[in-house]
Each structure stands twice: as structure tokens, then as C-alpha cells.
């Protein structure tokens, strides 16, 4: 433990406050690849014609893999990047997969929009995925310099304040909503 508490810091950026000179093209980013997924279905153990809960599907990968078990799939992602990923990843299941931008708490309200009262199986995979780290235009990134936004949703304010707001907070850390 001494050791570790002796060792110099690193700094992952050289200015917090400058922006990259470009942005990097999104198409240089691969989607999160979900480990395990082998195992994580067969613990599952989808039936044929079931529908499965993928709550948070990401670029698609557990719920492609759910869907070549024979098993129906419902997909919630609150990233409308992750929703546009696994609409092209999964188009090839036709009606058999459905998609829908939401968060995962919410799945209780999709179910009943969509009148399911019951479903064969669920998966969360929680986290972030490599693309939204990777990418400094998402927020998230300790990498690259970018804008501080680190909303799954960024065209939703689910933080009580916008982009400008952010910013001020990252450049003046005396900022108050109530300003």
C-alpha cells in the first residue's frame, strides 16, 4: 500500500479545459463487445418463442445471441446511439426482436405498454460501454478531451441542468443551480 501512495500521480490529460482540435469520426469507435455472452445465455437458458428481457442491450450483442436460441428478445437502452447499433445489428431477426429507448428501471412501463404480462428470462449488463468511453463527444472519456456531459441520454435532461450549465460547473466549481 506504501508503495502505491509513493508513486507520482499520472494525468491522463495535459489540459482538462482544451478541446481536441477534431473530434474523432464516430465510425472509428467499435461498439461494446460483451464478454461471456456464451455463458451468461446458457445461465439464462431462453426457450424457443419465449421473450427475453435485454434491459440494457447496448450495440446488441447478448440480445443477438438470446435470438439465436430461438428465443423472442425486447431491448431497452436509454443511449440512443446504443438503440440505433442494435437496430442495425439485429435487423436481420425481423419482428422477432424489439426495440425500445428506455432505461432499464422502466421496464416495468414497457412491458405494459406492450401489454406483456409475462417474459421468459432477463439480462442487465450494467455499465459503460467502450465506445461511449472512447469517444470524447460522449462525455465520458479519460482519454481524449472533450466536453464534461456524462448522461447516457444527452438529449434528455435527467440532471437537472443542460450542456452550458455543465460546462460552467466544469470550468467554476463555486457554480450553484440556483444561479
Not at 508503495?3 to 481536441?20: G, K, V
Not at 464516430?26 to 419465449?50: D, G, M, Q, S, T
Request: net charge negative.
Amino acid at each position: 500500500m506504501n508503495a502505491l501512495l509513493s508513486q507520482r500521480p499520472i494525468w491522463l490529460a495535459t489540459d482538462p479545459l482544451m478541446f481536441e482540435e477534431e473530434a474523432q469520426d464516430r465510425e472509428e469507435f467499435i461498439y461494446h463487445r460483451p464478454v461471456l455472452v456464451r455463458e451468461a445465455i446458457e445461465l439464462l437458458a431462453p426457450r424457443p418463442a419465449a421473450l427475453v428481457l435485454d434491459a440494457t442491450c447496448g450495440g446488441g450483442g447478448h440480445s443477438e445471441g438470446i435470438l439465436k436460441t430461438g428465443a423472442d428478445v425486447l431491448a431497452l437502452d436509454q443511449d440512443p446511439d446504443a438503440i440505433a447499433e442494435a437496430t442495425s445489428r439485429l435487423s436481420e431477426f425481423g419482428n422477432r426482436v424489439t426495440l425500445r429507448k428506455a432505461n432499464f428501471r422502466h421496464a416495468d412501463h414497457v412491458l405494459d405498454e406492450l401489454k406483456v404480462g409475462k417474459i421468459g428470462g432477463a439480462i442487465l449488463d450494467l455499465g459503460v460501454s467502450s465506445r461511449q468511453l472512447e469517444n470524447a463527444e460522449r462525455g465520458f472519456s479519460l482519454m481524449r478531451n472533450g466536453p464534461l456531459d456524462m448522461r447516457m441520454d444527452r438529449l434528455r435532461e435527467n440532471c437537472g441542468c443542460n450542456h452550458q450549465q455543465l460546462q460552467r460547473r466544469r470550468i467554476d466549481p463555486t457554480f450553484s443551480r440556483s444561479r
